[in-house]
């Protein structure tokens, strides 16, 4: 997975976050939210991140934000280092990436109006004069099909679909490089969904953005994502190119995952590739199993799993898996 | 799948208004819906289309000062729901229907033990036959719902408190609460939507085992198709306060006919790919101010001048499957 | 490429929006207000007190006998037609006298509040989104230095340590009030202050000033305002209480818990010098309560 490094908006290199909870005997306890992530971005692609509770995946988005310092590792963006709290960063840099969150009711100002919500972009990170922001704030809805006596209303007095739509006006009003998506359209439905996403997409070519995409929803994943990475408590279980993901899933816990996915057609049934019944509850990230952290909830367990922690290796070309199954026994 | 022809829950032409400044919102318009005995029921919609308004309405547990229900009739075994009496509606909420909500964590008291909550109920539905219930009987049947809910070491948990359980357990004991007396009808509201994907899979694995078991009649509310797909026998497509299509779960997924539905089955992602269909242009109506005729003709492509004028009724197009549209009915 | 005349017509359109939101707001919150029948109640209290004391000199029966004014031969005589509330021992008209004294209690309601609740917000805006420091250690502990202190004392120390009069009376009760505000933002302040609206500000660059007052300080401010209307009560109260023992506005300026005092030695024989002041206290506080809840009611639930 050499490239030339100019091919990469963003790498994130033996990433580890820690969150320390209290003490016991024998020392401090942390909660090891993100244990060691490799992950790189090109520059224009969509890549998706997924997992469930506890995997970590939130944590590295706020990490990269500059919500969080990270413990030890280090994030490049475009070659430069990044790994600190958004307080030290120069303005460029918080210009260059923006962040969509999960809930917009919670990530929108309830008492301000639109218009002041995307004042605050806009004066900070362009040089609009105070005349021309009003223009240029219908331009931004406009784009998000948005008429513009929207800028007087209020965020609880619009729908959640549309609330989300002003929360990726705010993103994209600073003309950023990189945009952040956590769980945009999870608490959105399906039709809402799709309008965004279909919105999104459509930015990403218009304006050559770069998206780091979390979210639960596989099937979603499947349709926008050119590469999908999958977590679990706090580590990469694998990582390949969107099609090679559904078709031949190689860590078990993927292949779990995408059983659990609700199909809707007999055919889509019929498309997932290995059946695994999820069983199981997931573990606390407090107390994360020995060995790989899956093993407790694996149906293809060995015993060399509940004592050694597999390590990344490249199955195929472009395809990443960290699992004892595919452990060259020797070396490595 | 056969079923018997006993209909067990049967909501004829359902209006509820709700009061707000300027008027009310005309939340339903209309909802019919049937159950029978031993049926797995599907309601499907997006937020705020009024399928919680509906089930709540058939318990009677809306907040009484603010709704209003102008017209409509929700007969349970044949008896009508709206008119009964105080002590008929505390039957039907112990002993006949019991109702599982979508969020376990907020429908599970946190400074109370699992076993003072199901013992609770328990002590309800029974209360209405015996006049004083054995501590230790109700303690032994708290444990065996927990038990039939796979939920691990069941004696013990009797004396958690929610806060120590994971959301799944929550929701498995939410489960056990509803199957801790025998029940003819279980509404499950968006079960598992708010925990994680394998989790909730168990969870729905679970219900269904418990509806196979036990012969009891479910409506299952759920915004998500394959959801329906997998856990229902006959669906209701609801959109605005309206059934805009009816059918057996396996006849609507091969042959949706109403404007709305299709759009739905457009807009769910697939897991074979190619990208994501438009979504249905528009937004839902302003309940204040409905659309005048069928609610959903400002988003429909193909609204001609009827649909603007009057609403249109269920009309059956094949066995089973009914559809309130004039382009499905031409 | 767009047309400029469109677009500067989407543009006037818009621009005329905000005065009919106004007016639709305004009406959405009297209709929250108006649910429960003794809002309207406190309302109509608290306007007929206000109004009255306003056109006191105009509304009242006998306005001289606000001022220096004895008529002994009318002295205690029992409520009439002529004087409602009867007359003290002085001869003065108990009512007019009750009316006049509105005024010096709303007067200081507004200015206790208006010099109490802007430092106290400040303090607790500062000290909330500096939880965690010294600064909000420090903030909030002067603040519990002032709360532990029984308000009435702290205020007839302050008072009696000054000239007895109105104003020395009302920064006696301005001292002692403000901490009640420190501590109520505080708590909203710092809670508000995790919101994911917060933190996207705060990731964009916003400056510590904008955060604070643009984004957390709209967040913090309905209680604020119902606690000022429930408040304007109790200061009356307070101020009560202080010229019930002399201090505050001095004779021959009536005042509400002086007028009590003044008719507590003529018990139980001429009842109505006590019982009328004392009831007007009352009411005074119900009317505000109630209007409070009904503005706690209109504020409060487009937060949830």
Request: hydrophobic share 45%.
């Amino acid at each position: 997975m050499n490239q030339a490094t100019n091919n990469e908006i963003l790498k994130i290199e033996n990433l580890k976050k820690y969150f320390r909870i209290g003490k016991d005997k024998r020392g401090p306890i942390f909660v090891r939210a993100v244990d060691g992530v490799n992950l790189n971005i090109k520059f224009g692609e969509t890549l998706g991140l997924v997992g469930e509770s506890g995997s970590g995946k939130s944590t590295i988005a706020y990490t990269v934000v500059g919500m969080y310092r990270p413990t030890s590792g280090q994030i490049l963006f475009k070659d430069k280092k990044i790994g600190m709290e958004a307080a030290k960063r120069p303005l460029s840099l918080k210009r260059e990436i923006q962040i969509v969150f999960q809930d917009p009711g919670s990530s929108l100002n309830p008492r301000q109006t639109i218009e002041q919500i995307l004042t605050l972009p806009l004066r900070l990170h362009t040089q609009t004069p105070k005349r021309q922001l009003r223009e240029k704030m219908v331009e931004l809805l406009e784009k998000m099909e948005l008429s513009p006596d929207y800028l007087y209303k209020s965020p609880p007095s619009i729908g959640g679909g549309e609330k989300q739509m002003v929360a990726i006006a705010r993103a994209l009003a600073p003309n950023p490089s990189l945009i952040v998506l956590d769980e945009p359209t999870s608490a959105l439905d399906v039709s809402v969904q799709a309008k965004i996403i279909n919105k999104l997409m459509d930015l990403q070519k218009e304006l050559n953005l770069t998206y780091l995409f979390i979210t639960h929803d596989l099937s979603l994943m499947r349709n926008i994502a050119k590469r999908i990475a999958i977590m679990y408590l706090g580590k990469l279980c694998e990582l390949a190119d969107a099609v090679t993901f559904f078709e031949k899933p190689l860590h078990p816990y993927t292949q779990m995952l995408i059983s659990s996915v609700p199909a809707i057609s007999e055919e889509e049934e019929n498309l997932k590739p290995k059946k695994v019944v999820s069983i199981g509850e997931i573990p606390s990230p407090v107390n994360i199993p020995s060995g790989c952290s899956f093993h407790l909830r694996c149906p293809y367990k060995m015993p060399i799993c509940s004592e050694v922690d597999p390590e990344m290796i490249e199955v195929f070309s472009g395809h990443i898996v960290r699992c004892h199954l595919f452990s060259k026994p020797e070396n490595e | 799948m056969e079923t018997k022809e006993n209909v067990l829950l049967n909501i004829k032409d359902l209006h509820v208004w709700y009061r707000v400044y300027g008027g009310y919102l005309k939340v339903l318009n209309g909802v019919h819906l049937m159950v029978r005995e031993g049926e797995r029921v599907g309601l499907v919609g997006e937020t705020g289309c009024g399928k919680t308004t509906t089930m709540k309405s058939i318990l009677q547990i809306l907040p009484p000062g603010d709704f209003h229900i102008p017209q409509g009739q929700i007969f349970y075994k044949g008896q009508d729901v709206l008119k009964m009496s105080f002590g008929e509606l505390q039957r039907l909420r112990s002993r006949e229907i019991a109702m599982i909500f979508q969020d376990p964590t907020a429908a599970l008291n946190p400074v109370f033990t699992i076993g003072a909550q199901i013992g609770d109920v328990i002590k309800y539905s029974i209360a209405l036959e015996e006049k004083k219930v054995h501590k230790e009987k109700i303690k032994t049947l708290s444990a065996r719902a927990l038990k039939e809910a796979y939920l691990p070491d069941p004696e013990r948990m009797l004396v958690n408190y929610p806060l120590q359980l994971s959301g799944g357990m929550r929701q498995r004991v939410c489960i056990a609460m509803s199957i801790s007396s025998k029940r003819n009808l279980l509404i499950a509201d968006e079960p598992g939507t708010s925990l994680d994907v394998t989790i909730q899979d168990q969870i729905l694995r679970l219900l269904k085992e418990i509806v196979e078991k036990k012969g009891t009649s479910i409506i299952l509310i759920t915004h998500s198709l394959g959801v329906a797909r997998e856990m229902t026998d006959r669906i209701y497509v609801m959109y605005a306060g309206t059934i805009v299509e009816t059918a057996p779960a396996k006849t609507l997924f091969k042959n949706p006919l109403h404007p709305y539905t299709k759009g739905l089955f457009a807009s769910v992602p697939k897991i074979s790919g190619g990208g994501i269909a438009k979504g249905i242009p528009g937004r839902i109506p302003d309940y204040l101010n409905p659309p005048s005729g069928c609610r959903f003709h400002p988003r429909c492509e193909h609204a001609s001048q009827i649909c603007m004028e009057k609403p249109p009724q269920l009309f059956e197009i094949e066995k089973d499957h009914s559809v309130a549209c004039y382009l499905a009915q031409r | 490429m767009r047309n400029s005349n469109q677009f500067n017509n989407a543009i006037a359109i818009s621009l005329a929006k905000p005065k009919s939101i106004f007016w639709t707001n305004l009406g959405r919150n009297w209709f929250k207000f108006s649910r429960n029948a003794l809002s309207i109640l406190g309302l109509v209290i608290v306007l007929g007190i206000i109004i009255s004391a306003i056109l006191a000199p105009w509304v009242t029966p006998y306005p001289e006998h606000a001022g220096p004014f004895v008529d002994f031969d009318n002295a205690g005589q029992p409520p009439s037609l002529g004087h409602l509330f009867g007359t003290d021992n002085f001869g003065r008209d108990v009512l007019t006298r009750i009316i006049f004294s509105f005024r010096g209690a709303l007067i200081m309601a507004i200015v206790v509040l208006a010099l109490a609740v802007p430092p106290g917000v400040l303090l607790g805006l500062i000290a909330g989104y500096f939880q965690g420091t010294w600064i909000d250690t420090v903030i909030m502990r002067i603040t519990d230095i002032f709360l532990a202190v029984p308000p009435l004392i702290l205020a007839l120390a302050i008072a009696s340590v000054l000239e007895p009069n109105l104003m020395n009376a009302m920064i006696a009760v301005t001292v002692m009030w403000w901490p009640w505000y420190t501590r109520l933002v505080y708590g909203m302040a710092s809670s508000v202050k995790n919101e994911y609206f917060v933190i996207a500000a705060e990731l964009t660059g916003a400056s510590k000033f904008h955060i604070i007052f643009r984004e957390i300080l709209p967040n913090c401010l309905s209680p604020v305002f119902t606690k000022m209307a429930l408040d304007v009560g109790w200061v009356i109260l307070i101020g009560a209480s202080l010229s019930f023992v002399g201090l505050g506005e001095q004779p021959p300026t009536p005042a509400l818990g002086q007028m009590v005092s003044d008719g507590a030695r003529y018990m139980p024989t001429f009842w109505w010098m006590t019982v009328f002041p004392a009831l007007a206290i009352v009411l005074t506080i119900l009317g505000f309560n109630l209007t409070g809840d009904g503005i706690r009611d209109m504020l409060e639930t487009r937060m949830g």
